[in-house]
C-alpha cells in the first residue's frame, strides 16, 4: 500500500534527521457517498492499520478539485483515469497507483516516469500542471539526495518505450536537471513496456500532468 510506503520514506528522514520538515503530508479524499456516511468507520479503520493520514476529506464528487485546491494538494494519487485528468486540467499534478501494488509489499516507494508522461505533451496538461508537476518533481529529487545509493526508502526508474537511446539520455538531462537523479533506466527500443511494469510494480505511475519537461 502506497501509504505505508510513503510513511517509511517519512521514518528514514526522520532518522536521519529529527528536524527534518521535507517529508510527506498524506491526505485521503472521498467523493463516494456510501463511504461518507461510514466516515467513522474509515478514520477508525485507518488508525487501526496504522496508517498516518494527517487529514479527511469527504467531498462530492463536483467538488473534488476544489478539495484538491483548499488543501495545497501537491501531488494526487489515484487509480482512476478519468479523476488524473481532470485534477491535471486544473493545475494540479497527478499520478496513477498500482492497483496491484499491494500484493508486492516493498518499505522502498518505487516511482515509475515513463516517456510518454515526460516527453510528450499531454492533451489535459495546462502551464499550471506542469510548472507544478516540474515543482514537485524537484522536491522529490531534494529527497531521493539526502539518502545514498544503496539501502535508499525512494528508487526512481525511468522506461522510454520509443526513440532508442538518444530519447533516454535526453530524458535523463531532463530530470537531472530539476536536480532528480534515477535509480534505474530502460530503453525498449519500440518493444511493448507491459512486461517490464509487470516486473517493475511501481507504486506511483507519474503520468497525467508530468508534461514535456524543458530540456
Known amino acids: 500500500m502506497a ?6 520514506v517519512n521514518e528514514r528522514l526522520l532518522e536521519e534527521n529529527p528536524a527534518e ?5 498524506i491526505i485521503l479524499i472521498t467523493t463516494d457517498s ?10 477508525n479503520s485507518t488508525r487501526r492499520h496504522g496508517l498516518e493520514v494527517s487529514r479527511f476529506c469527504f467531498s462530492k464528487e463536483e467538488d473534488f478539485i476544489e478539495s484538491l485546491m483548499q488543501n495545497n494538494v501537491q ?3 489515484t487509480t482512476d483515469g478519468n479523476e488524473a485528468l481532470q485534477a491535471t486540467q486544473q493545475g494540479v499534478p497527478s499520478a496513477l497507483l498500482d492497483k496491484n501494488s499491494a500484493s508486492c509489499p516493498s518499505e522502498q516507494l518505487r516511482v515509475l516516469f515513463c516517456e510518454d508522461a515526460i516527453i510528450q505533451p499531454h492533451a489535459g496538461s495546462t502551464a499550471a500542471s506542469q510548472k507544478s508537476a516540474q515543482s514537485f518533481l524537484a522536491q522529490l529529487g531534494q529527497i531521493r539526495q539526502k539518502f545514498g545509493m544503496f539501502n535508499s526508502p525512494v528508487c526512481f526508474t525511468l522506461v522510454t518505450s520509443r526513440g532508442g537511446k538518444d530519447s533516454c539520455c535526453s530524458t535523463l538531462k531532463s530530470l ?5 537523479s534515477v535509480d534505474e533506466a530502460y ?3 519500440g518493444a511493448p513496456r507491459g512486461p517490464i511494469l509487470s516486473l517493475l510494480r511501481p507504486h506511483l505511475l507519474l503520468s497525467d500532468g508530468f508534461g514535456q519537461l524543458d530540456g
Do not use: E, M, N
Request: proline residues 0%; hydrophobic residues 45%; charged residues 10%.
Open 75 to 77: 501531488l494526487f494519487l
Open 34 to 43: 456510501w463511504q461518507q456516511q461510514q466516515s467513522f468507520s474509515i478514520i
Open 3 to 8: 501509504s505505508k510506503v510513503l510513511q517509511r
Open 176 to 180: 537531472r536537471a530539476l536536480g532528480v
Open 21 to 25: 520538515h521535507q517529508l510527506f503530508d
Open 187 to 189: 530503453c525498449l527500443g
